[in-house]
Each structure stands twice: as C-alpha cells, then as structure tokens.
C-alpha cells in the first residue's frame, strides 16, 4: 500500500507564485511516476504535468512556462511549482502515484488566486 499526501497550498495574489508538494510512502518499487492532476469547480480534472523515476518531466502545454516539477531523489517527494499564477488556476490539486499497475490518489490541496 501507497500512501500520498499533497501539502503546500493556499491563497495567493495573481502574479504570484506558490509550491505545492506530493509526498509517497510506504511499498514503493524503484520504477515510479507522480502526475499532477487539478480540477476547478464545476470542470473536469485535467492533467497538469508529470515525473517519472528518471527525472523525466511532462507538463501539460498550456501551462508550460508557468508550471514546473522537480523532485527529490531518494525520499519520493515532488514538487509542482507555479508562477505567474491566475485567477483560471484555482483548483483543488492532486497528486497521482503509478507503481505499475497500481495508481493511488492523495486528497488534494486547494489552491486558490485571487486578489
């Protein structure tokens, strides 16, 4: 079992710019990927950008250039760091953990911009 939990959201101006992280723990293979998923209020959740266990990063086109993930090797942790940010960016935020044929959801962070 996977745990995954999301942290580092909040409110901020639009301009700004905010870190949110994704931490995994428990049975973890050393093949992985972490996706980044938010959904707005009354939209579907949409794919913002991913990592996988090479360092390799994706990040949905729109969002590129405002929208960049990293990692920290060895403690499973991704960071999802956005600047520039806007008013269409407020969502709730999730972490997506794939181990193979398994994926595990943490709850998400709000993230909210607004002045």
């Known amino acids: 079992q996977v745990q995954v939990v999301e942290s580092g959201g909040g409110r901020v101006q639009p301009g700004g710019s905010l870190i949110v992280s994704c931490a995994a723990s428990g049975s973890i293979s050393s093949r992985y990927e972490i996706e980044w998923f938010r959904q707005a209020p009354g939209k579907k959740r949409e794919w913002v950008g991913g990592?996988?266990?090479?360092?390799?990063?994706d990040v949905e086109n729109a969002m590129k250039g405002r929208f960049t993930i990293s990692r920290v090797i060895g403690n499973n942790t991704v960071f999802l760091k956005m600047d520039n940010l806007k008013p269409d960016d407020t969502a709730v935020y999730y972490c997506?953990?794939?181990?193979?044929?398994?994926?595990?959801w943490g709850q998400g962070t709000q993230v909210t911009v607004s002045s």
């Open positions: 990592i996988g266990s090479g360092g390799i990063t």
């Open positions: 997506r953990f794939v181990d193979g044929p398994n994926d595990y």
